[in-house]
């Protein structure tokens, strides 16, 4: 028994790094095939180039995708923002007959594939005569969106100390004034952080602005047109290691947002779940 515990930690670190290596080294040849001056990317490098990088901001159709992936990420990403406070106050501070019910219906896009989510979407805006457009692209990305949402801010306000509403209303402010000067305030690393999470899930997303864009291509549409000519490869690997980078600056800034957000509750003696 004592072998087997000596044994266990060692074996799980191994395959900690086996596993990491395994999910992240494909993304570390991205930046490297990326600077290489052949189109076709194997190594050895053919040499070392900025040339594909240089030539991104000269195509007006990349320039179109990326405005409107900004356009489809700003919207759905303060429009789940908006929609997980009011849910994730719900949830937290009241007590009603199916609230967990609700919350699971909430969370059941991070379990159900999201090709039959976005078929469903796709049928839901056919009946209602919507036309595809950037502004379905949201709706679908506000839906996948939300439980993101959600997960982050219900921790800020579990972790929120319900005493100082308690004393702001014994100090005369109304319901509302105490949930925008005292509530939000509190809780804006996870709002913050919140909007970060959002914002990068909305500019990765494919299968969804897959079914619902439609003659307005965002950056994986734009991205997932170009892979059909090899001699784009080049300049859709450097697209990708700029979105890599991005993402990983977004969801770098969120976390420690939240951190500090946990830190800052646990100081104040609020219980942070």
């Known amino acids: ?40 990317p194997k190594f050895p490098l053919s040499g070392v180039t900025l040339h594909w990088y240089e030539d991104l901001p000269r195509t007006p159709a990349l320039i179109d995708a990326t405005w409107n992936s900004l356009i489809v990420g700003i919207s759905a990403s303060i429009l789940s923002t908006v929609l997980g406070i009011l849910a994730a106050r719900s949830i937290t501070r009241y007590r009603y007959p199916g609230r967990r019910a609700i919350n699971g219906l ?17 049928l839901v805006m056919l009946q209602l005569g919507l036309s595809l457009s950037l502004f379905t692209v949201v709706l679908g990305h506000v839906l996948v969106c939300i439980p993101y949402s959600m997960t982050v801010l219900t921790s800020g306000f579990e972790g ?3 005493s100082l509403e308690e004393a702001s209303a014994d100090l005369g402010e109304s319901a509302f004034g105490t949930f925008r000067r005292v509530t939000l305030p509190m809780v804006a690393p996870a709002i ?27 950056l994986p549409i734009y991205i997932w047109g170009q892979l059909r000519f090899a001699a784009k490869l ?40």
């Open 1 to 40: 028994m004592t072998a087997i515990r000596r044994f266990l930690p060692g074996w799980l670190s191994t395959y900690a790094v086996l596993y990491l290596l395994f999910l992240y080294l494909p993304v570390i040849f991205l930046p490297i095939f990326s600077i290489n001056t052949a189109a076709t």
């Open 106 to 122: 909430i969370m059941a896009p991070l379990v159900l594939p999201e090709v039959i989510v976005a078929i469903s979407m796709l």
């Open 160 to 162: 929120f100390d319900r």
């Open 192 to 218: 913050i952080s919140s909007l970060l999470v959002c914002f990068t899930i909305s500019l990765d997303e494919f299968i969804i602005a897959f079914f619902l864009t439609g003659t307005e291509a965002t």
């Open 234 to 273: 080049p300049g859709v690997l450097a697209l990708g290691t700029l979105l890599l980078f991005a993402s990983f600056v977004l969801m770098t800034i969120a976390e420690i947002l939240r951190r500090r957000a946990a830190r800052r509750t646990q100081n104040e003696g609020g219980l942070y779940a």
